[in-house]
């Protein structure tokens, strides 16, 4: 399965997102060949984390793309990733009072925890323009990701106002040329190419009708959430930054950071920190880990023994790091260097 490269460079693409995303595809799409390559996954047959980098993500979201049947994968994205992509904002999406108080949702809430994109909401001349920003580069992937995430949106606002969309219109960025039938049937309104935007417009007066589907509870559960996740994402954003710290230290002089260390650079004390990471449900030890680990595999895919790779990563010894290794990815590092060595 031909795989484009996701740029490697964003920062934001070390932050972590649900990988419940793939366990849906395994669902839908019974695992299919080569889902997980040139993800740190691709080779193991151990357990996914229950966050995965947004990087690998990405990754897997290109082979989706680049696979044989890509109208059948992007339909079961489509299914798969919503809550991914609009992740707690989707509750008060479909129980607010008004569209107006969803879309102000959206504007606030809407990519904190995938971290892929940001909704800028704005109105002109009787119109209410939704438009879809990416937080990090994506590339080949641009595409794709607007049509799943418009298409959840649309869905989203349909349910609010009613299954008329005489009125709702997508924009995207890119041609017709490529866009099938059935892509163009499930948007379920009318679809604008070669804007110089992705997003959908709507008329304003939708705004201030009252929707048949407010449930107070549930919408009420639905800011709650979205403030929580909103804290989520602060969290995330100190978690990036203590990541950086433990790679830096590790590059330069083969060792991690004692936590107090650590603390004392992120300028908290090692209780705050330890509470920080409690509630992005990580350890310290945890994040040491995932650090080494993503290392190890750059290093013996590179070449480097696996002597000098267990050295540059500061365990004692060799089989210390080999039972390491075998822990993360389900292989020893022999095996692993071979088999890189032969792609």
């Given at each position: 399965?031909?795989?484009?490269?996701?740029?490697?460079?964003?920062?934001?693409?070390?932050?972590?997102?649900?990988?419940?995303?793939?366990?849906?595809?395994?669902?839908?799409?019974?695992?299919?060949?080569?889902?997980?390559?040139?993800?740190?996954?691709?080779?193991?047959?151990?357990?996914?984390?229950?966050?995965?980098?947004?990087?690998?993500?990405?990754?897997?979201?290109?082979?989706?793309?680049?696979?044989?049947?890509?109208?059948?994968?992007?339909?079961?994205?489509?299914?798969a990733t919503t809550?991914?992509?609009?992740?707690?904002?989707?509750?008060?999406?479909?129980?607010?009072?008004?569209?107006?108080?969803?879309?102000?949702?959206?504007?606030?809430?809407?990519?904190?925890?995938?971290?892929?994109?940001?909704?800028?909401?704005?109105?002109?001349?009787?119109?209410?323009?939704?438009?879809?920003?990416?937080?990090?580069?994506?590339?080949?992937?641009?595409?794709?990701?607007?049509?799943?995430?418009?298409?959840?949106?649309?869905?989203?606002?349909?349910?609010?106002?009613?299954?008329?969309?005489?009125?709702?219109?997508?924009?995207?960025?890119?041609?017709?040329?490529?866009?099938?039938?059935?892509?163009?049937?499930?948007?379920?309104?009318?679809?604008?190419?070669?804007?110089?935007?992705?997003?959908?417009?709507?008329?304003?007066?939708?705004?201030?009708?009252?929707?048949?589907?407010?449930?107070?509870?549930?919408?009420?559960?639905?800011?709650?959430?979205?403030?929580?996740?909103?804290?989520?994402?602060?969290?995330?954003?100190?978690?990036?930054?203590?990541?950086?710290?433990?790679?830096?230290?590790?590059?330069?002089?083969?060792?991690?950071?004692?936590?107090?260390?650590?603390?004392?650079?992120?300028?908290?004390?090692?209780?705050?920190?330890?509470?920080?990471?409690?509630?992005?449900?990580?350890?310290?030890?945890?994040?040491?880990?995932?650090?080494?680990?993503?290392?190890?595999?750059?290093l013996l895919a590179?070449g480097c023994p696996?002597?000098?790779?267990?050295?540059?990563?500061?365990?004692?010894?060799?089989?210390?790091?080999?039972?390491?290794?075998?822990?993360?990815?389900?292989?020893?590092?022999?095996?692993?260097?071979?088999?890189?060595?032969?792609?």
């Amino acid at each position: 399965m031909p795989t484009a490269a996701v740029p490697a460079t964003d920062a934001g693409l070390a932050h972590l997102v649900p990988s419940a995303f793939t366990f849906a595809f395994c669902r839908q799409l019974g695992q299919p060949r080569g889902l997980f390559d040139a993800t740190p996954f691709a080779d193991s047959d151990a357990p996914l984390p229950e966050l995965i980098a947004l990087r690998d993500f990405l990754t897997i979201v290109s082979n989706i793309v680049g696979a044989g049947n890509r109208d059948a994968y992007v339909a079961a994205a489509i299914a798969a990733t919503t809550q991914i992509h609009l992740t707690a904002v989707a509750l008060p999406l479909r129980s607010a009072p008004t569209l107006r108080d969803a879309l102000a949702m959206l504007a606030l809430y809407g990519g904190n925890r995938a971290g892929i994109h940001r909704y800028v909401v704005r109105r002109s001349g009787g119109r209410t323009f939704v438009e879809l920003g990416s937080r990090v580069a994506l590339a080949h992937l641009q595409p794709v990701l607007a049509e799943i995430v418009l298409t959840a949106l649309v869905h989203a606002v349909l349910s609010l106002h009613g299954d008329d969309s005489a009125g709702l219109t997508v924009a995207l960025r890119r041609d017709a040329a490529a866009y099938s039938p059935d892509m163009l049937a499930r948007m379920a309104c009318a679809v604008e190419f070669s804007r110089g935007h992705d997003g959908i417009t709507l008329p304003t007066r939708w705004e201030s009708i009252r929707s048949n589907h407010h449930d107070p509870a549930l919408w009420t559960i639905g800011v709650q959430r979205c403030a929580s996740e909103a804290e989520q994402s602060r969290t995330a954003g100190r978690i990036r930054l203590l990541r950086a710290d433990i790679e830096h230290q590790l590059s330069a002089t083969a060792t991690v950071p004692r936590l107090a260390e650590a603390a004392a650079r992120a300028g908290c004390s090692a209780r705050t920190l330890m509470r920080q990471l409690r509630a992005a449900g990580l350890t310290y030890q945890q994040l040491v880990d995932a650090v080494r680990r993503d290392r190890a595999r750059e290093l013996l895919a590179s070449g480097c023994p696996v002597g000098a790779t267990a050295e540059a990563l500061g365990f004692a010894d060799p089989s210390s790091f080999r039972r390491c290794f075998r822990r993360w990815y389900g292989t020893n590092p022999g095996a692993f260097e071979r088999h890189a060595a032969n792609i």
